[in-house]
């Protein structure tokens, strides 16, 4: 980059920054529950809830292509046994791209499992599962995703716990040409979330609740029409573009793989008799 492009006018750049904490109301809808999902305090805080009957969810008004999106999340306290929450960004139609977390629910004391996944062109299987090193429940903490053109980054308080690099130059799909929304929903899933459903949901706990605040996007977005809040010279200028990890944050990644991950697909031979996805034997 130019040193001339940066004199260019700062009004281009401030109109691809979302305001930090930005207002609920403005940036989401929510799409089921009725009123199990809520937003409070002035559209700083959401919560959704789940009873006997139905769980409940949101989505965002906007549709982002790269972004560094930060949510804080406070889940579900005490028995979440057979609860789900899910928090992920996803594109539409056969070939959808999805960037996602889940949290499932346990027993009061047991820790949540927390399971990410990567989908390119409507292929996922790219798992990877991990405890945290607090308990989630207790206070909201920063869940993060960075995505941009060099790689996808799960943070969790600013500590990466997993890359998903792009590898298209060596024929893996990567997530990149279609915008996504933010989903979130919070749902019954006692038939497989906790013990493969041995432990099922304990009704008289019911309503469930989690809680969301502090939503912020440094990102693209991009219009029904298909325009983009970047163009590709503007998006160059912000620093999460072209974000990459420092040996300090690799180092943290490494701590989180080798003391919080509890399942990764791509040690999982049993999985895929017929040899492990090509990404596994990149790295
Ligand atoms: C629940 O707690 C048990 C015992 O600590 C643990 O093995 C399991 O991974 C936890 N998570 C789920 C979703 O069952």
């Known amino acids: 980059m130019s040193f ?51 769980g409940s969810g949101f989505q965002s008004k906007n549709k982002y292509l790269f972004g560094k999106i930060d949510m804080q999340l406070k ?99 990567f997530p990149k040409n279609q915008a996504m929304r933010i989903y979130s929903s919070l749902w019954n899933a006692d038939d497989w979330a906790t013990s493969g459903g041995l432990v099922k949901t304990d009704w008289s706990k019911a309503p469930f609740t989690a809680s969301y605040r502090n939503f912020n996007a ?6 029904s029409s298909g325009a983009s809040s970047c163009s590709s010279t503007q998006a160059n200028k912000n620093a999460w573009f072209s974000e990459e990890l420092d040996s300090t944050s690799y180092r943290r990644l490494e701590w989180v793989r080798k003391n919080y991950m509890i399942y990764n697909y791509c040690t999982d031979i049993k999985r895929f008799p017929q040899g492990l996805p090509k990404e596994c034997r990149m790295v």
Request: glycine share 8%.
């Open 4 to 54: 001339s492009e940066f004199t260019f006018p700062v009004l281009l750049i401030s109109t691809i920054t979302v305001a930090s904490a930005a207002n609920f109301y403005q940036e989401f809808d929510i799409t089921w529950g009725n009123d199990r999902s809520t937003i409070l305090d002035n559209g700083n805080l959401l919560t959704l809830s789940l009873d006997e009957s139905s």
């Open 218 to 223: 440094n990102a693209c977005t991009v219009s």
């Open 75 to 173: 889940l579900v306290p005490g028995n979440s046994a057979g609860t789900v929450t899910a928090y992920y960004l996803s594109s539409k139609g056969r070939a959808w791209d999805e960037i996602d977390y889940e949290f499932l629910g346990n027993l009061s004391g047991n820790p949540y499992t927390l399971p990410t996944n990567v989908f390119s062109h409507g292929k996922g299987n790219r798992e990877q599962q991990f405890h945290l090193w607090f308990d989630p429940t207790v206070d909201f903490h920063t869940y993060s995703i960075l995505w941009n053109p060099q790689h996808i980054v799960f943070s969790v308080d600013g500590t990466p716990i997993r890359e998903f690099k792009n590898m298209e130059s060596k024929g893996i799909p």
